[in-house]
């Protein structure tokens, strides 16, 4: 199991003092918490990539490339990368420059976001968002895996003997997930490819969350890519803890009343009852958690939610401390209770290029995955 973080980049006034965070102390803020996610003993670092206010990383390759430098073991990933409106020539290059800057570290999450306005931003049209991913990630596999390049699309211009450089580290291209909420197209594009399935489990019940990745699963299996239980699977989380439950609450309520997301809907108990969002003890935290295994399997991926509504850099710096000295541990302990040996560790550069090492990459895909 990978344990990380994920981050949206928001700017939100903190409303127990009113107070909004500058862009440069907010992306200042996100590289702080890069360097601790490493020296509490976490896996992955994720970063969102938005193009609008109040969200600041709109570059993610600049923030990872520059965390690799003041990091030397964590993976650099990210929460989502927008594969409908960022060229694929530009995401090949992009992530296969951070792959050789940051000795190997790098995954991403590809999704289509959640901000409509950012496809005409793009020169996209939103009612392709589906076909643009299809087509888009189809293009960037192949940039990736053969080095010369002929293709005609739909949605760009058509290359001839286009070759992308820098080449992927190794010859062996970053892991990617497909991340979606509701989306079962993406799921079976994670599955067509063999590729990892990332489930947002932010916003929905547990319900929703174990038919999606179901879902994968079983068409993980009927591509051949191995059985159901072998699918990678990842999922996000929301937790906010103190050492006494009711402290967790009575601090994290003005800012979850408040959030831009979810404040002024339903209440912070009826939010937690009805999706993963946990505020408590970190014992309720290291429970909660445990259970997600009890709907979606064994899975490779936990990523938690933890500086965003306003949440003030140093109450983050203290979330991480508890996270990594008190609830991961126990979580990677009974997590590895009973898990088969049949059941894949997360991806790694390492274990990519030793799975590349027995088993050739191949140099096509025969043909786009359509929903099953």
Known sequence: MQFGIFTVGDRTVDPTTGREPSEHERISAMVTIAQKVEEVGLDVFATGEHHNPPFVPSSPTTMLGYIAAKTSRIILSTATTLITTNDPVKIA???????????????????????????????????????????????????????????????????????????PLAGVPPFVWHGSIRSPEIAEQAAFYGDGFFANHI????????????YYRERFEYYGHGSAEQAIVGLGGQVFMRKNSQDAVKEFRPYFDNAPVYGHGPSLEDFTEQTPLTVGSPQQIIDRTLGFRDYVGNYQRQLFLMDHAGLPLKTVLEQLDLLGEEVVPVLRREFAKNRPATVPSGPTHASLSAAAAAVPIGTTDAATPVAG
């Open 203 to 214: 916003f929905w019940p547990a319900s929703h969350t174990q038919k999606m990745v179901g």
């Open 93 to 167: 290059e992009d992530y296969a420059m951070l792959q050789h800057l940051s000795e190997g570290r790098v995954d991403l999450v590809l999704g289509r976001g959640n901000t409509g306005p950012v496809y005409p931003w793009f020169g996209q049209d939103i009612r392709q968002g589906i076909p643009l991913a299809l087509e888009n990630y189809a293009l960037l596999r192949k940039l990736w895996r053969e080095d010369v390049v002929n293709w005609q699309g739909q949605f760009r211009t058509p290359l001839q003997d286009f070759q992308s450089t820098p080449r």
